[in-house]
Nanobody, 127 residues
């Protein structure tokens, strides 16, 4: 069974912090790039951050650069997204995904060759 499970979402005031977790089963993160994506009401899904297994590079959308940090714990087969200085516009359902590759084009993060999505976790940032 190939599966990703997100956790750590919740309600936080603007300026606060949350850490999201993405736990893998049925495969190891070493085999893929792991990306975080989000979808807010009325908006298209957008890439947030990605960690590449091929070269260890990390990528961030311009909208979160300097505030969000992606990291991993290989022993737990888990990837984290540490979110700081949260803004109301960060409110969205956050999804992790195993992808073949990721890159940033004009400040937008793009993942390619999707393997599997997680179920999502809701982050709500109040004003």
């Amino acid at each position: 069974e190939v599966q990703l499970v997100e956790s750590g979402g919740g309600l936080v005031q603007a300026g606060g912090s949350l850490r999201l977790s993405c736990a893998a089963s049925g495969f190891t993160f070493d085999d893929y790039a792991i990306g975080w994506f989000r979808q807010a009401p009325g908006k298209e899904r957008e890439g947030v951050s990605c960690s590449s297994s091929s070269d260890g590079s990390t990528y961030y959308a311009d909208s979160v650069k300097g505030r969000f940090t992606i990291s991993s714990d290989n022993a737990k087969n888990t990837v984290y997204l540490q979110m700081k200085s949260l803004k109301p516009e960060d409110t969205a359902v956050y999804y992790c995904a195993a992808v073949g590759s990721c890159t940033v084009e004009a400040g937008t993060l793009v993942g390619r060759y999707l393997v599997v999505w997680g179920q999502g976790t809701l982050v709500t940032v109040s004003s």
